[in-house]
């Protein structure tokens, strides 16, 4: 199994660098059209005009759109962050996940282009330009090992391996695991059962993240929960700082 593993892997970054053969011989193109355009991870005009890039106001911590100013609490808070504040510092993303997003993301996802991912780092490049600066290293939210084993690939590590290539941090792609709890169900009430049949994550065993400021990359954040998860298990470890970075936004319906 652990050979299948590899193999996989190994046809997965070979795709990937035959298709950044071909992109150097093709023309760029948009991100969501294939449209020609001057460089790689852009927008063509007319995709431009129709994404929804995250601006102010904005939360402070957990990034959620504003509708407007007003609803930011002290602090910039949005009403969620002010009463039960995440385990994260901050989360930051560059686009709302609407329409125009889906077409990026979706595909890039679910359809094997894992090329996407070089042009997708690129757009999460300046909302994240603080979080990458201050990162001593960038991990991915992991995927449970048997939706890795059919996915073949882990999309968010694909993005912090690109945003890694981009900024010159370290980036360590199995840092976490997510997995089933073991604990003996026995005794246990409904209610504690499904907590222990709930995924968790935690560190891989020998990932050392004591003092360290640790970006954590995501392709959508919904909920936050995940991320929430993730940097609960990275600050339990030690880590001096977590802070997420993911390329759309699920704008909080809660706040239209
Ligand atoms: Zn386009
Ligand atoms: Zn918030």
Request: contains cysteine; positive net charge.
């Amino acid at each position: 199994m652990f050979a299948h593993r590899l193999e996989v892997e190994n046809l997965v970054q070979m795709k990937t660098l035959l298709r950044r053969v071909l992109d150097t011989l093709l023309p760029p193109g948009c991100l969501a059209c294939d449209t020609p355009v001057d460089d790689d991870g852009q927008f063509c005009l007319g995709c431009f005009r129709v994404a929804n890039f995250v601006s102010a106001p904005m939360c402070a911590q957990c990034g959620a759109p504003l509708p407007h100013g007003g609803l930011a609490g002290e602090g910039g808070l949005c009403p969620h962050c002010a009463a039960r504040p995440p385990a994260f510092t901050q989360a930051r993303a560059a686009l709302r996940y609407d329409e125009t997003a889906k077409k990026l993301i979706l595909p890039f996802k679910y359809a094997d282009r894992t090329e996407m991912a070089r042009g997708l780092a690129r757009l999460m490049r300046r909302p994240g330009a603080r979080m990458l600066a201050a990162a001593d290293v960038l991990v991915p939210v992991p995927l449970h090992r048997l939706r890795l084993r059919a996915r073949r690939y882990n999309q968010a590590a694909l993005l912090a391996r690109e945003l890694a290539r981009l900024s010159g941090r370290p980036c360590v792609p199995d840092g976490l695991i997510r997995q089933k709890h073991t604990a003996p169900l026995e005794g246990l009430s409904v209610a504690q059962r499904q907590a222990e049949l709930t995924e968790a994550i935690m560190l891989r065993p020998g990932f050392e993240v004591a003092g360290l400021c640790v970006l954590l990359i995501d392709d959508v954040m919904t909920s936050g929960t995940t991320a929430d998860a993730c940097a609960t298990a990275l600050l339990a470890a030690g880590a001096g700082r977590v802070d997420v970075l993911t390329v759309a936004r699920v704008a909080d319906l809660r706040f239209e």
